[in-house]
């Protein structure tokens, strides 16, 4: 391995700043996942990982991603899900060598939990190789009952709104009507004797 220092390529906009570019630069989503590599580079063989090397090839993988090629996506799911259902399988194995209730508890909720997190990543890898298809219905007919459906593509106004336009005629109000007694033969009732 070589032990060259790699530098960090800037593509510097008119009227940007140095400081600026090299900001946006490392803003970017493949910079910080880059640093993220680099920082956890003691758990992957003991080996280091230099951060411009992976930046340049994370930058490649994107390019490949933004033309359509899947490939990277669909192998990064697969292992995943593959390393899960191992976690799944050793921390299970785990718990049934436990004796105490806490601990087996414990591992089989972990393992559990990483059986599902595999579920999903498969899930996810099946969705992004048959996406599911997506149906226009124009009209659903779902009442239990009496419907009226009105198929009037053709008319776009609607009555409701005609009446609101210039053309409309003002409301007449005429003279306020005055109150009279309608039925003034009837009495209050007499008390019933409820017994």
Do not use: W
Not at 30 to 36: D, E, G, Q
């Amino acid at each position: 391995m070589s032990t060259k220092p790699r530098k960090l390529v800037l593509s510097q906009k008119p009227n940007q700043s140095k400081d600026e570019a090299i900001a946006e630069k490392l803003l970017k989503p493949s910079s910080l996942s880059s640093a993220l590599i680099e920082s956890f580079k003691g758990n992957v063989q003991g080996e280091s990982i230099d951060f411009v090397l992976a930046l340049g090839i994370l930058e490649k993988e994107v390019l490949k991603l933004q033309g359509g090629d899947l490939s990277k996506i669909e192998e990064m799911l697969l292992s995943q899900a593959v390393a899960l259902e191992m976690m799944f399988t050793s921390l299970a194995r785990t718990a049934k060598a436990q004796e105490q209730l806490l601990q087996y508890e414990t591992h089989m909720r972990f393992a559990l939990k990483a059986q599902n997190q595999s579920r999903a990543t498969l899930q996810a890898l099946i969705q992004l190789k048959q996406p599911s298809q997506t149906t226009f219905v124009r009209q659903a007919n779902i009442a239990q009952g009496h419907q009226q459906v009105n198929n009037l593509a053709e008319k776009i106004t609607t009555p409701q709104n005609e009446l609101l336009g210039a053309e409309s005629a003002k409301l007449v109000t005429g003279a306020t009507p005055t109150a009279k007694r309608v039925n003034s033969k009837v009495e209050a009732l007499d008390k019933i004797n409820r017994c």
